[in-house]
């Protein structure tokens, strides 16, 4: 029974209608014709498929079925045109009458289809056209409803629910008045999902068999009901009954319907022109054709769009020129139906085509291909006419429903390689087939050694679309081999093979053999396997002593060694295997250093019994899972089993014996298993080998035979019921191989193949059995080092090596292996250089005509790819008559073989047409004619331009320049040709990327193209002018990549000893037939009059006999028989004198100097003369010449000469006067001379003489402590001078003394000398310390001085830089807050008077007056403004001058600035007035009084204060007043007096006057000692101390200010001169001019805090000097 259809399988309603009989017969029915009907279904489905893609494009809405096809073009009463489609026919009329314009069938067996109907199934008869109605709505999105807001509700007759590739059909007319069993949805137009009809033969079968089983289903429904059905969104659609008429009636309204909208929406178009605007879009588009030759051809489309787009047609995105050639096509625009028509189509026709629309809105196109099939055979022309087309009954269809051969090439091919095991290696190339039709897909085959190669976990398969590639993940040896890819497409096919070498793996072990190989198992049984191998061919050098072979359960890890012993032979059998269980392999080999490697593992394999093996493999109950559980059967009557059958030994070794036999006829139901006996050769003495472990298969294994004995064996069989009778005994059977190690090969040739590769072919060894391969190595000849060429036994007795050095000698050898080892050496053969052999070229390609006259052509053609191995000798040219398109029979053109490529027919036929074929031939014979060339007409050419030139050529390729060369063309035109252009374009680029290369006609035929990219490839041409014009261009070249290849060499120029000049170049890929070919100007070299050649091995040198003007030009050399290697070189006039000076220098070789004679002063004041030259050899020889008398080496000269360095040179102790004079040094080393010349006269030897004295001097002075540097001196950033010089040679004994102006300046610091420099500071540098100061260094090895002036100008540049850096270190201007006013100041590191103050108030100079003062304290430099008012506001600006620049400090007195100042002045002016007028003591009062008793004491002092203040006294801290015996006065309210007339001891104490008034209050004390006169003595001296004291406290109170300072300070000031003075100076009114000296006057009055100041400043002293400048 059929299985159930697959719109059926999820629908009980369906399911049930399904088994009824009757479809069962229909769809029987449906199976047969089906059947009948295959082949011309095969041809009509493309026609299918393209109809129903169009029929896609048209539709926007999904018509539920995918059968349904029909689509309305236009809405007019009338149809426009229908779209039909049909299995059963090809016909497409494009010109069909007024009513309709296209139909196309489109049903399984459709009968005549109306012009006004759309067939909606595969089989249904015709339906009127108003069944349109049943779509979607796709009317109304076509013709722009989408806009419109009326719905149209589309009822469809849709199965419930829609099945997912259901077909939609109507039911036929005869049961139009019956309901019909089926629901129909309602939905509205928007509920659309569109569906794509298939493209695969297969699923159209299945889709047409359910359209006949559906529509005989639907047929036999009675009523039509109201069901409601559950959707898969858990929606309900309702469903109603209709009859059909009702269904139908309702159809027509919704159409006329539709036909008023559509009525309505182009009225509003033409209403609204902006709404008409839209993008081009075809309508119906072009379909593809296949024509057989001589046919026309029409491509068809129609295309909407506003504006009217424009169409242009393409082949191959070309654009068509209807002009070229003129008939051949013909284009047309009807009415918007736009057709390209082709005529007379031949197999260049075969192309794609498209159609491109284009207007304001965009752009788009439609493809379509053209196939043009030819007959094979002779096949008479006349079959074939215009448009029509009578097939022969004989000619074949391939799979694809193409006759035409397919053209398949191969670019980017991979080539024959070399990898290691365990790398990865990737096989690819590019695949190119032409004609390109995308539907069709070639099958991409791999195969090694001709054997099919399916993916698997080891090799990976990938096919591109263009590239083919084959990836061995982890590379093996068995691996290695021939690999071939196949490109398969329909009958034909093309293949491109190369080698791939596998070498073994590094050993972990040194001197281990390498792994073996192609593990396999044979003769798997239920408990036994024999696995076999092949032996590796790298035996570590040292003999394979045998072979571990190892097993793993498949699904484990667990790897267990199978025998215990090595085994040699390479077939081993396995026993102990568990029935049921899989497993894999692996074998090591074994010798002295170590085991090999492991094995690839073999393929898994089950261990089962054959006939299980066979059951599971033709009825596959479940995949694979590589374990299979064995039951055993249910054990019936027990029937002792059968003797076995069939016993023979299939294999015998020294190791074992394997057994053979066939299970016995009678046996029973049970399973049975076996025992194994042996014995000894002529005797009974029966032994069972498996005592322990029963046999399960009918192959056993027998070990532990005593090797070269005989044995029998015999089987038992058993099972529950007993043991059977043994089995007939074999017979003797002796333990030893039975296979022997072949013989060695014979009669070893190798002959040449390519440059890196040769063919090696021998003689099978007599007698050999079993061989799996041969083994082959190869060595250089001398080196006795031999590799393996091949690491994978090959079959055959032929092998090519590859890889080998070309140029090297080599030899070889070969041995045979079978399983019982590899057999001895052959003998080495004879040695053979690797050079490439000779071989027939291959053909010539691109034959173009060059010139045409009335009986004879002149052909060109390409020299071949390939030469052979050999230059080309000549060619052969053949030529065929071709009328009426069939060419005749191939005549010569040629007996004698042509060396040019270029070629004139004679006696040939006015305005016939030929085909042309031309071969090339060497020295191995003529190769294969080239391909027929296009058909040429031999006329008279008429035209004035010149034609094309020919025989292009690249050389000299580099990675940015190439060199084209091309010959001057045949046919001339009407004047002679005035130049060529070169045009150049990338490869890939389109014909319009042609640009030239040369703006200006170049005159001669070669030109250098530089600016390439590097890797880019390109192509060129060449055109020829004249007074006409530009002729038609040459043929292009082929493809050249711009690259500089390994390995390239340029050509030299060089100059021999003899001064003898030659180019030379070099090739190292030479062939043993390559030639230099020497040329100038690229034209070939006939006079050998300027020129010599030789030429040995891979160098050519070409000689100049005597180079001249004549000579100037390029001269290019190419070697024949490579890959293009050549070169160039220039000879300009520039180059050639640059050659001829330098061919004069080494015809009178001299001997180059690096320098000439030159003198030197020596550090002890020696005279030295030296030279140097570049190079001298040891016998090179120089003579001193002094005032044309050769001096000699002695006490006076001192002559050396090195022949390393070249160095020359003389020294004398002294200059004397009588040493004035010329010196000359004279060389000379072989035959080259060179001498230099000194002249030594008048000042320069004066000066020579005078400098030789100084460095004498110098160094002696050097002997003893000198100075490096001389004295100097910087500033240092305190703005002190620092006199400094550095000093050599010192020790400790060495002194240093500083000098002033020839005083001694006493240094406080002794000197270490630690970093060589000695240095003397001076503080504050000032005019003071100008003068001339010295320093001396002395020891008892001797003295040095150094001396430094300062005065005039060098006083004066470094006052200028001590001003700056004092500028420098002066802070930013201050506000300072007085009780006289305002004051701005900044403060220096110290002032000296040579730097120039000058202020500014806002940018004006200031005035001084008594109110505005300036001045310097100490470090400060200050700006008064006394009693400030407003007007003293604003910017204030100080400026320095140091003599060069001046410097500039600003403050802003303003704002809140000046506000605060002001202030703050005010509070301290009222504070100055309190001080000012407060009471206060004077002086006068001694701190302590000591006086002796009964004397009179009289104090007086005097005290000021406004008002005048009140007086008091206190002793001892009490109120004291006036007594008869202390008189206290206070008189004209300032003098006070305190008089005791007799002290007494009752007096002593202390005293204190208090004198107060508002402003304030001071005290001032006094000590009172009075002393009895019993203590006068012990007093004497306290008094004299006290008395001493107050003396001095008087004195400090009483001492008056002076300007000068007394003798102690003077004598100081000498020992330290550069103290400073501290002073206090006040500027006068008027402000100094800068270049003036300012006057200063003494401040008045100074505050005590400042006098403090000054007097610590003085080191305590209390004097303060006070200097009016």
Sequence with gaps: MMSLPFYQRHHEHYDRAYRHKALQSTVSQYQKEAKSKSAVYAQGSTAYSRGSAAYRHASAADYSLESSAAYSHDSSAHALESAAYSYGSTAYDHLSTAQSKRSAAYSLDSESLSKSSAAYSHGSESVNKLAAAYRLGA???????????????????????????????????????????????????????????????????????????????????????????????????????????????????????????????????????????????????????????????????????????????????????????????VIENRYGLHSLEISTCDFEDTAQYHASAMNVKGEISAYASLVVKRYKGEIDAGLFHAGTVSMPLSFGVTPHGYASRFEISFVDKFDVAFGREGETMSLGCTVVISPDIKRFKPDIEWYRNGVLITPSKWVQMHWSGERASLTLTHANKEDEGLYTLRVVMGDYYEEYSAYVFVRDADAEIPGAPGAPLDVQCLDANKDYVIVSWKQPAVDGGNSILGYFIDRCEVGTTHWTQCNETPVKFARFPVTGLIEGRSYIFRVRAVNKAGISL?????????????????????????????????????????????????????????????????????????????????????????????????????????????????????????????????SEATEATVVDDKLDIPKAPGRIMPTRNTDTSVVVTW??????????????????????????CNNNPVKGTRFICHGLVTGEKYIFRVRAVNAAGLSEFSKESEPIEVQAAIAAPSPPYDIMVLESVRDSMVLGWKQPKVTGGTEITGYYVNYREVIGGVPGKWMEANIKPVSERAYRIQNLKENMVYQFQVAAANLAGVGTPSLPSKPFKCEEWTIAVPGPPHDLSCIEIRKDSLVLLWKEPVYTGRSPIAGYYVDIKETEATEEHWRSVNEKPLQKRFLKIGGLKEGVSYVFRVRATNQAGVGKPSDITDPVVAETRPGTKEMVVDVDDNGVISLNFECDQMSPNSKFVWSKNYEPIE???????????????????????????????????????????????????????????????????????????????????????????????????????????????KMKMDQKTGLVEMIMDKLEDKDEGTYTFQLQDGKATNQSSLVLIGDVFKKLQNEADFQKKEWHRKQGPHFVDKLGWEVTSDCNVLLKCKVANIKKETHIVWYKDDREIMVDEEHDFKDGVCTLLISEFSKKDAGTYEVILKDDRGKDSSELKLTNAAFADLMNEVCRRIALSATDLKIQSTAEGIRLYSFVNYYVEDLRVGWMHNDAQIRFTDRVKTGITGEQIWLQINEPTPQDKGKYTMELFDGKTGHKKTVDLSGQAFDEAFAEFQRLKQAAIAEKNRARVLGGLPDVVTI??????????????????????????????????????????????????????????????????????????????????????????????????????????????????????????????????????????????????????????????????????????????????
């Excluded at 004679?1157 to 020889?1181: D, T």
């Excluded at 002290?1543 to 005293?1551: E, P, Q």
């Excluded at 004195?1595 to 501290?1622: L, S």
């Design 1087 to 1197: 006079d050998d009059s300027r020129l010599d050649i030789d030429t040995k091995g891979g160098k050519s040198k070409a000689t100049f006999k005597d180079l001249g003007e004549d000579d100037l030009g390029i001269y290019s050399c190419i070697v024949t028989d490579t890959d293009g290697v050549s070169s160039s070189y220039t000879i300009d006039e520039e180059e050639m004198k640059r050659l001829l000076a330098l061919s004069h220098e080494r015809k009178f070789p001299t001997i180059p100097l690096v320098s000439e004679l030159a003198v030197e002063i020596l550090e002890k004041g020696e005279v030295r003369f030296w030279l140097q030259a570049e190079k001298l050899s040891g016998n090179a020889k120089a003579n001193f010449v002094f005032n044309d008398k050769e001096i000699f080496n002695g006490e006076k000269y």
């Design 139 to 329: 009317e109304a999105y076509s013709l722009g409803l989408k806009d419109s807001n009326i719905m149209i509700e589309d009822q469809s007759y849709k199965m419930s629910p829609k099945a997912k590739r259901a077909k939609q059909s109507l039911v036929s007319e005869d049961k139009e008045n019956k309901a019909m069993d089926y629901s129909v949805p309602i939905f509205t137009g928007h509920e659309v999902s569109i569906s794509g009809i298939t493209d695969t033969e297969e699923e159209r079968i299945k889709e047409s068999a359910a359209y006949i089983a559906r529509r005989n289903l639907l047929a036999k429904g009675e009523g039509v009901s109201v069901s409601k059905v559950a959707t898969s969104a858990s929606q309900e659609e309702h469903h109603e009954k209709k009859s059909r008429k009702v269904a139908i009636r309702e159809s027509a309204e919704r159409v006329a319907l539709k036909k008023t909208l559509e009525d309505t929406q182009a009225f509003h178009k033409k209403l609204n022109q902006d709404k008409l605007l839209h993008a081009p879009e075809f309508v119906i588009k072009p379909r593809s054709h296949t024509v057989w030759e001589k046919q026309n051809v029409k491509f068809h489309c129609t295309v909407a769009g506003w504006p009217e787009p424009h169409v242009t047609w393409y082949k191959n995105n070309v654009p068509i020129n209807v002009q070229t050639p003129p008939g051949k096509y």
């Design 598 to 726: 492991p094995s690839r593992v073999s393929e898994p394999v089950a261990a089962l019994d054959p006939a299980d093996r066979a059951r599971l493999r033709s009825h596959p109950s479940a995949p694979w899972t590589g374990q299979i559980i064995v039951t055993e059967e249910e054990p019936a009557e027990g029937v002792v089993p059968g003797p076995p059958t069939d016993l023979q030994v299939i294999e015998a070794t020294k190791n074992y014996v394997v057994l053979s036999w066939k299970p016995p006829g009678q046996r029973g139901h049970e399973g049975i298993m076996y025992f194994v006996e042996k014995c000894i050769a002529g005797t009974e003495n029966w032994q069972r080998v498996n005592t322990e472990i029963p046999v399960k298969s009918p192959r056993f294994a027998v070990f532990d035979l005593a090797e070269g004995k005989s044995y029998c064996f015999r089987v038992r069989c058993c099972n529950s019921a007993g043991i059977g009778e043994p």
């Design 1492 to 1669: 002796q008793e009964g004397k009179a004491l009289n104090l007086s002092c005097t005290v000021w204060g406004d008002p005048t203040p009140e007086v008091s006294w206190l002793k001892n801290e009490k109120s004291f007043v006036s007594d008869a015996n202390c008189i206290l006065k206070f008189e004209s309210g300032k003098n006070v007096s305190f008089t005791i007339s007799a002290v007494s001891t009752l007096d002593s104490g202390k005293y204190s006057i208090v004198v107060k008034n508002k402003y304030g209050t001071e005290t001032s004390d006094v000590t009172v000692i009075v002393i009895s006169m019993s203590g006068q003595t012990d007093m004497a001296k306290h008094a004299a101390s006290a008395q001493g004291h107050n003396q001095n406290s008087i004195t400090v109170a009483k001492k008056k200010k002076t300007t000068t300072r007394n003798k102690q300070e003077k004598e100081e000031q000498k020992k330290d001169f550069i103290k400073p003075h501290v002073e206090e100076i006040i500027t006068t009114e008027e402000t100094p001019d800068p270049n003036e000296i300012c006057t200063v006057e003494t401040e008045k009055d100074t505050e005590n805090n400042q006098r403090k100041q000054a007097a610590k400043e003085t080191d305590g002293k209390t004097t303060v000097a006070e200097v009016i400048l």
């Design 763 to 788: 003689t099978e060894p007599p007698d050999a059995k079993e061989l799996v391969g041969y083994y082959i190595e190869s060595s250089v000849v001398g080196s006795g080092c031999w590799e393996p």
